[in-house]
């Protein structure tokens, strides 16, 4: 079992920046793939950004702003939010899944993902 727990959230004013961390335990993170999702009130949970086998993946929104990043000597993946706004307002969440995406489409599908964490609140006032 792998078990995947989100830090570094918090309330933040607009144009601030944030990094998260998603640390596992269980496995190590280096063959998998790892991504980061976002939901916000009333809203369905979304894509924000993926790193597979070296190459990272980005929604639009977040294109710029923010970077995915991972260490494997401490099992933990990042990501640093940049220029952030009221709209990034949401609780992100890790996931993994084993082995590699063959393309952008699949990094952003829930179900590519195995492991979920428990998610970390973000709150950006204007």
């Known amino acids: 079992q792998v078990q995947l727990v989100e830090s570094g959230g918090g309330l933040v004013q607009a144009g601030d920046s944030l990094r998260l961390s998603c640390t596992a335990s269980?496995?190590?993170?280096?063959?998998?793939?790892m991504g980061w999702f976002r939901q916000a009130p009333g809203k369905e949970r979304e894509f924000v950004a993926a790193?597979?086998?070296?190459?990272?993946y980005y929604a639009d929104s977040v294109k710029g702003r923010f970077l995915i990043s991972r260490d494997n000597t401490k099992n933990t993946v990042y990501l640093q939010m940049n220029s952030l706004k009221p709209e990034d307002t949401a609780i992100y969440y890790c996931?993994?899944?084993?082995?590699?995406?063959?393309?952008?489409?699949?990094?952003?599908?829930?179900?590519?993902?195995?492991?979920w964490g428990q998610g970390t609140q973000v709150t950006v006032s204007s």
């Open positions: 996931a993994a899944a084993a082995g590699r995406f063959t393309n952008s489409l699949y990094s952003a599908l829930i179900g590519s993902y195995e492991y």
């Open positions: 269980g496995r190590t993170l280096s063959s998998s793939s």
């Open positions: 790193w597979s086998g070296g190459i990272t």
